[in-house]
């Protein structure tokens, strides 16, 4: 064993990496959660399934060619975990890894035909306070797998609302429906395959909202990947 191995080797004795979920060390790997953790999610498969259940969220509200989510969303699960670190804890890793096992699902079902990948956006004024977009981190890890732009010059949100979880369904449809615009540079995508990137589907509101907003891009098409999908 060379030095710099043995030095290595004894740091990890002292100060072992473990995994985020279950504590587990894992020195040595670049991830922040093991792969066992990771293979405990629940997939739904639903990437080499047309018409599968997020498909059927949009039927007869917006065209969307194709919509997946990666995994259930269920509360109280490692999933629920990894997004609300991702989402209110800045670990913007954990979106990256999740959006590059996106990647992966799309990669294997034949679903990298998309010109864009297009991060739902935040406010300007969420996203000063939050200090990023998690949307943004979970597109770069797609594009790190696919090879798909990250765009963020398409879509925009002009409306400011508070948390959204408090709210009933139709409170929630209501405040979204007109929250997102496109931008003047969107033009410049006129036919293109766009995806759309959310963390959970829960309603399809925003996802809707977004979609409508599209539409002022001439002949684009729309697709969603989004990692969870609320199972209740
Ligand atoms: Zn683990």
Redesign the pocket.
Known sequence: MKIPQLFLCLYHIFFPKL?I??H?DISGSPER??G??LDSLALTRFENWRGNRVEQMFWGRTKIEFAFAGYYFRKNETIQNLIHRFKYHGETDIAVMLGRQLGKMLKNSNNTYFDAVVPVPLHPIKKRIRGYNQCQFLALGISQITGIPVATDILIRTSYSESQTHKSRADRQLSVSKAFAVTREATKWMGARLLLVDDVVTTGATIEACCEALKAIPCASIGVAAVGMADS
């Open positions: 995994c979920c279950c587990n959660v093991c066992k953790c």
